[in-house]
């Protein structure tokens, strides 16, 4: 698609707006801090594929830094909610 | 119905060694995030506290920078990927180079907010002693401030390159190599501020 790293451009964005929103409102606890990682996870798999070019590499290759990702956010949210 | 078969680059773009660095790094900062969660974690009241001395605002508008820059590179890569003649690929750098001259700019706000936030932080008689936070908050932020003024300078050797018509649809390593290093400083800062700005 034409316009794929526009609308990537936009997505990433709006996550960082809500993110900020969040912590602005004071809403960044308890279940939200959940959704907030989350949409963390999609925001850096967003740039590893679209922006990196990792969409169309082997898939070991683009395994490499999405497994980083999960573990990384994985292990902040169990230590959150631990 | 047939089936599509989409084609798949056997190596990620850029230079081998430079994903090298980029495996190096992702650990390096993957261990120290798991050092401030967990640290978090045993003393939540004080990073909770130390916290409401940081500015979000700032580090909203580091984000905003680093992915806009990200997104300026993409563009400027797409552009000489697709340039195949000596009038294209002429004409393919000279565009290019203006988005990369975007990306070096966007590089050096990134570089001239974080030193207004850290002139801010060290004002109020904040350093590395203060608390752990602090430290997490100082060695962090400092250490990925280092990485975009080497990916800063990286952006302008490739915005001379393209001055120079140096790249085409045969030659994209290089443009290639230093994007993907820009994208990493995107993505770890993508973990980092909500990490240390936002979350409580």
Known sequence: M????????????????????????????GFMVGVLLFTTFI??????????????????YRLIPTIWLVVVISSIAVSYYL | MAKSVT??????????????VIY??????????LGYAFSRHADVALFNKSQLLLNQTSGFIDTLILITGSYLIVKAVNLVKNAKGEQSVKEANQKASKWIAASV????????NKLLEFSDIFGQGISLDTNKFFMFYLLLTMFHFMHVTLGTIILFNIFRRTKASAYSAENTRGIETGAVYWHLVDVLWIVLFPLIYIIR
């Open chain 1, 2 to 29: 034409k316009r794929t790293v526009e609308i990537v451009w936009i997505v990433l964005i709006a996550l960082t707006i809500f993110a900020y929103l969040l912590g602005k409102l004071h809403l960044a606890s």
């Open chain 1, 43 to 60: 925001k850096g798999q967003l740039v590893i594929d679209y922006f990196m070019g990792m969409k169309n590499v082997s898939l070991k």
């Open chain 2, 7 to 20: 084609f798949k680059e056997p190596y990620p773009p850029g230079d081998f060694a430079i994903w090298l």
């Open chain 2, 24 to 33: 190096i790094e992702l650990v390096t900062f993957g261990l120290m995030f």
């Open chain 2, 105 to 112: 700019l966007f590089g050096c706000l990134f570089l001239v």
